[in-house]
């Protein structure tokens, strides 16, 4: 079974400084991670995501992203942060379902809210 | 952006009445599913479809059902609505047959029971 786990439901910064926000996760079988982001009254938006081979992973709007296996964490960063990128992230782990396709396991998401 | 419509955008209805959502996608992709999300609990997925009138269960599955008939549309029913199933509901879809494949949602339906 696989499981996510976003220990910060808000993070507060002020624009242009960096900011990371945390995801760990649980799988029993190979790992898939992704980040989506949320705007207010919007669906989710893919930022990035880890398949195999290099652990940073560059994904849109200036995020990145680190799979770090032994720590089991995928945390998302950006080294300067602008107004617009306030919005809900949520990290999420794939996993099989019968018939095909994935199953996403989210995380309880974070709310990013940059202040100027 | 991903081609995906989800109708009604809102809803308020009482509980006991029966009501559908509609998903639609423009982009033929074999596999599309049903999320709800709550504050405090992310996304969880209620049905997932892998073709046409092929579906089956999520993790959040118990007072819902749904349809695919055509590769274009599911449908997810709330067959006698309640109050604990007010949410917001996202479609998603995905053309990959394995675990890497990202999933596209569409802006989801805000439904409140009264």
């Known amino acids: 079974a696989q499981s996510v786990t976003q220990l910060d439901s808000q993070v507060p910064v002020f624009e242009e400084a960096p900011v990371e926000l945390r995801c760990n996760y649980s799988?029993?079988?190979?790992?898939?991670l992704f980040w989506y982001v949320q705007y207010p009254n919007q669906g989710l938006q893919l930022l990035l995501k880890?398949?195999?081979?290099?652990?940073l992973v560059k994904g849109i709007n200036g995020f990145e992203a680190e799979f770090n296996k032994s720590q089991t964490s995928f945390h998302l960063r950006k080294p300067s942060v602008h107004i617009s990128d306030t919005a809900e992230y949520f990290c999420?782990?794939?996993?099989?379902?019968?018939?095909?396709?994935?199953?996403?396991?989210f995380g309880t998401g974070t709310q990013l809210k940059v202040e100027l | 952006d991903a081609g995906i419509t989800q109708s009604p955008r809102h809803k308020v209805t009482e509980t006991g009445t029966p009501v559908t959502l509609r998903c639609h996608q423009t982009?033929?992709?074999?596999?599309m599913y049903w999320y709800r999300q709550d504050p405090g609990h992310g996304l969880r997925l209620i049905h997932y479809?892998?073709?046409?009138?092929?579906?089956d269960k999520g993790e959040v599955s118990d007072g819902y059902s749904v349809s695919r008939s055509k590769t274009e549309d599911f449908l997810l029913t709330l067959e006698s609505a309640t109050s604990s199933q007010t949410s917001v509901y996202f479609c998603?879809?995905?053309?990959?047959?394995?675990?890497?494949?990202?999933?596209?949602f569409g802006d989801g339906t805000r439904l409140s029971i009264l």
């Open positions: 998603a879809i995905s053309e990959s047959t394995d675990l890497r494949g990202a999933q596209h």
């Open positions: 799988s029993s079988v190979s790992v898939y």
């Open positions: 880890y398949l195999s081979g290099s652990t």
């Open positions: 999420a782990v794939s996993g099989g379902l019968t018939g095909g396709g994935n199953k996403l396991t």
């Open positions: 982009e033929n992709h074999r596999y």
């Open positions: 479809s892998y073709g046409v009138k092929d579906t």
